[in-house]
């Protein structure tokens, strides 16, 4: 019974690990996204920082990173747990991946749906709100939940600095317990492919799905499109 207490304590530690990382790190990508399509000089700044960061991010270590941010928590003197460094890792490579993710949906509406909004008179904003995002998501989604089950299996790598997840419980297994490594590994692979693969059917399903909605409804956006052009005069039929 104790060890099964540990297994879930430990189970438990790196589902909250990759749900909170690429939650906090996917949030924002929204905003900072919507900041770089703004087109203009004075948001030139925010582009070019978006695109430094997000290319040097997606092209560093995690395990790398994962020890800077550890040395760098300690060194600011206050006392930071392990989940929360690991968590603030997750988050920062999350958001550089997130941001493309974001931004390959946001680019996969058409150009013409922004001029529909722009004839009728809505806002950037509102545009990307009630016109831009409702399509989107059916490109966003799927990458993105296929990202965060991949980094359920990348947090095994928080190990390293000592957090108790899966990983780190198998190393308990075997170096307190007494179990033999292949029990040990052996038994934490089942575990991950129990979590991981049903949420990568799941991933399948809403994309085939998705994917089959997106061919059924572009028909219905671009007579949408045609329609309010029509209405207001300054979008053809053609």
């Known amino acids: 019974w104790e060890n099964g207490i540990y297994v879930l304590l430990a189970t438990v530690s790196t589902i909250m690990l990759a749900v909170l990382g690429c939650g906090i790190g996917f949030a924002p990508a929204f905003v900072l996204v919507y900041l770089r399509t703004i087109p203009g000089w004075l948001f030139l700044p925010v582009r070019w920082l978006m695109v430094t960061y997000v290319e040097f991010f997606r092209r560093v270590p995690f395990l790398v990173l994962l020890f800077l941010v550890l040395f760098m928590a300690k060194s600011t003197g206050f006392d930071i747990?392990?989940?929360?460094?690991?968590?603030?890792?997750?988050?920062?490579?999350?958001?550089?991946?997130?941001?493309?993710?974001?931004?390959?949906?946001?680019?996969?509406?058409?150009?013409?749906?922004?001029?529909?909004?722009?004839?009728?008179?809505?806002?950037?904003?509102?545009?990307?709100?009630?016109?831009?995002?409702?399509?989107?998501?059916?490109?966003?989604?799927?990458?993105?939940?296929?990202?965060?089950?991949?980094?359920?299996?990348?947090?095994?790598?928080?190990s390293q600095i000592g957090l108790v997840e899966l990983t780190q419980l198998g190393k308990y297994f075997n170096a307190t317990i007494g179990y033999a490594?292949?029990?040990?590994?052996?038994?934490?692979?089942?575990?991950?492919?129990?979590?991981?693969?049903?949420?990568?059917?799941?991933?399948?399903?809403?994309?085939?799905?998705?994917?089959?909605?997106?061919?059924?409804?572009?028909?219905?956006?671009?007579?949408?499109?045609?329609?309010?052009?029509?209405?207001?005069?300054?979008?053809?039929?053609?």
């Open 81 to 158: 747990s392990l989940f929360t460094v690991a968590c603030i890792t997750v988050a920062v490579i999350s958001f550089a991946f997130s941001s493309e993710i974001v931004r390959a949906g946001l680019e996969s509406v058409a150009e013409t749906q922004w001029d529909a909004a722009t004839v009728m008179n809505f806002g950037r904003l509102q545009t990307l709100i009630h016109i831009v995002l409702p399509q989107a998501w059916k490109v966003i989604i799927p990458p993105a939940f296929a990202f965060f089950v991949n980094f359920i299996k990348e947090t095994s790598i928080a």
């Open 181 to 238: 490594a292949i029990l040990s590994f052996g038994s934490i692979l089942v575990l991950y492919f129990i979590i991981c693969y049903p949420l990568t059917r799941f991933g399948w399903w809403m994309e085939t799905r998705m994917t089959r909605a997106r061919t059924t409804e572009s028909d219905i956006d671009r007579r949408r499109i045609v329609e309010l052009g029509r209405i207001s005069g300054g979008v053809r039929g053609d």
